[in-house]
């Protein structure tokens, strides 16, 4: 397939048509932002990076049983995925208290949660992305009940996985950031997993290993990014 007009641009990718209705490209950009975009930088082979992460887990993902939309790796930052029609909601799934949830209930970072949690925010920038619940899904008609049913058991799914993997690299999944969206009807995971969309700590020393390094000025973001990648090539190959 080739790479036809761009049909969407967001923070962190931009996305293209292709000849093929059912296949879209993916570019992976270098711009990192927080704050809803109130904060904004350029770091030097990011989109390179997530790409790349990005593949891995959702290659490894698909193994274990959970499909996405991703087909395959075109380049260093870009990937072919499956065309989706998108869910307007993101997911949070969350291990251990950290980030809004420490403020919103008022508990130390790193405080264990007995079981997952999952959040729900309506996707859209204008409004910050408001933290929203099932009842103004289904009120709304963002999602049907059922869609949502799926939504639910593939984020926890994705949990169960990639916590289990992730503590095999001494890496603590901490929470992570999901989009779903519904290919020929059916739910598929979309969008990306990548240090920009989950808290990894250093299972040893809590080091910090994601976005976190950009929101809260600590430096060394590409070498974090770096050092996931080593840990996920080093017990899966690309
Ligand atoms: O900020 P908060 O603690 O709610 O973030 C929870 C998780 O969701 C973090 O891993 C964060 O990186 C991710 N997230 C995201 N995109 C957003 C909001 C949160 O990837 N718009």
Not at 121 to 147: R, S, V
Not at 163 to 181: S, Y
Request: aromatic letters at 10%.
């Amino acid at each position: 397939v080739s790479k036809l007009e761009q049909i969407y641009e967001g923070k962190a990718k931009k996305v293209f048509r292709t000849e093929n209705p059912d296949i879209y490209w993916i570019e992976y950009k270098d711009s990192a932002t927080a704050f809803n975009g109130e904060k904004k930088a350029e770091i030097e082979n990011k989109g390179v990076l997530n790409n790349r992460i990005s593949a891995l887990f959702f290659q490894y993902l698909a193994q274990q049983g959970v499909p996405s939309h991703f087909v395959e790796l075109i380049n260093d930052r870009e990937m072919l995925v499956k065309s989706l029609q998108i869910i307007p909601v993101e997911v949070v799934a969350r291990n251990t208290v950290a980030g809004s949830l420490a403020k919103r209930v008022g508990q130390p970072e790193g405080t264990p949660l007995a079981k997952p949690v999952l959040e729900f925010y309506y996707k859209d920038d204008a409004l910050g992305d408001p933290m929203i619940n099932e009842y103004h899904i289904a009120a709304m008609e963002w999602a049907t009940p059922a869609q949502m049913d799926a939504v639910k058991a593939i984020a926890l799914k994705v949990n169960d996985i990639l916590k289990e993997f992730l503590a095999g690299l001494n890496i603590d999944l901490v929470d992570f950031k999901l989009e779903f969206g519904l290919h020929n009807g059916e739910v598929l995971l979309g969008d990306e997993i990548s240090p920009d969309t989950c808290r990894f700590w250093d299972s040893r020393t809590k080091e910090k290993l994601d976005k976190d390094r950009f929101r809260r000025d600590l430096g060394g973001l590409e070498e974090a990014y770096q050092e996931i990648l080593r840990r996920l090539e080093s017990k899966l190959k690309g």
